[in-house]
């Protein structure tokens, strides 16, 4: 460690980072956000669909929960534990939504998927270890392996095998190697849904190679066109070598309360406990109950939020195909993902592009994985009069440069 001058004249100490900061950049969100401010500063109006913040309220009665939990003094103390309903609650929702039947001890809350996700390779993997991640998919997927010393792997999905990984396909010797599987369907950020007959492949075929499967379930509540979103642990075999991150921040709007769950394999969860408790103190009891009525509540607004985001993902979709940019319709997630259009080979200064010609801010698909290079992915979160506001927007801009299509 070496010290050098500053400018007063005293000693300043060089810190050296982790080698592993290295791969860690500023996010993306980071830096568009940057680009909208500064041009938010010169006048421009922006149509902010970047992030996945979802623009709802949480219904009256989670807010009404977390409010008078929140005005009992006993309820500021560490929570070191979920209470007993919270853990019922999520009994009773994946008995009612998903089929699924739950033991207590295969039940456990996080502090948010994001969080899960970034720390449960830690009881899974020793240095070194393969964990396999979908390209494209959120990047999240490769950071907490990344964060355990595991090395990071990539299967490939394509539009030609509809997003969905090859499972016939890969290296023997890879899966030889390979301890963990990151799975998510709808799958941020390609918007593809997967079939039952998928998981039915790949349950027998993760018990056959020995690999555990994570699933993300972010987006069960957020699917279009009749499609129903389903749990892995539906399918026979699943617990014996799955576990499954259901997350309260999507389908509720629960986002900033950072709760969600991992459910399945027993022996994963209670490892994960462990280890959860050497760095945090249980979540705190107001989120707990709010998420409580969350769960045994009604569906009806969950339901009716879904329709909108597909009025939305209508109106976005259909909308730049009608001005001649052929995006296909999402099939889920509260996202649409599109190729840029011709003309244009760099998806990032498209992105810049647009936002300075049309103040449209949109998200660079390569932020995903390498084959997310040349696509772009919006975010559902606004309302369909100023989705289409910004769609007459790039329509005026003068940046689509192929013929209209029929939506």
Known sequence: MRQEQSGNGEDEMEIQFADRM?????????????????AERRGRKIY???VGTPDFPPATHIMQAVTEAAGKPENYKYALADLPELTAAVQSRYEKRYGVS????????????????????????????????????????????SLAGAEVVTYDLTAENHYLPDLGGMDEGLLARAKCMIVSYPLNPVCKAAPDAFYERLIPWAAEHNIVVIHDNAYSDIIYDGRVGRSIL???????????????????????ARMSFLVGNRDIVANFKRLRSQIDYGTYLPVQYGAVAALTGPDDTVLAQCKEYEHRRDALCGGLRKIGWPVEDSEGTMFA????????????????????KTGVLCTPGSSFGS??????????TMPVERIREAVAAIAESGMIRVRPQNA
């Open 102 to 145: 739950l033991a207590a001890d295969e039940i456990m809350s996080v502090y948010g998927s994001q969080e899960g996700i970034a720390h449960i390779c830690m009881t899974l993997c020793n240095a070194g270890d393969v964990v396999l991640v979908p390209n494209p998919g959120y990047p999240i997927f490769g950071i907490g392996p």
């Open 337 to 356: 993902w599109a190729k840029i259009p011709d003309g244009y080979e760099d998806d990032v200064a498209f992105v810049m592009e647009l936002l300075e």
């Open 22 to 38: 290295k791969d860690y950049e500023a996010g993306i969100f980071q830096v568009l956000n940057e680009k909208k401010d500064e």
């Open 48 to 50: 902010n669909l970047s």
């Open 371 to 380: 084959l997310g290079a040349g696509h772009v992915r919006f975010a559902l």
């Open 234 to 256: 539906r399918i026979d075999g699943a617990k014996q070598v799955a576990v499954e991150f259901y997350s309260l921040s999507k389908s509720y709007n629960y986002t900033g």
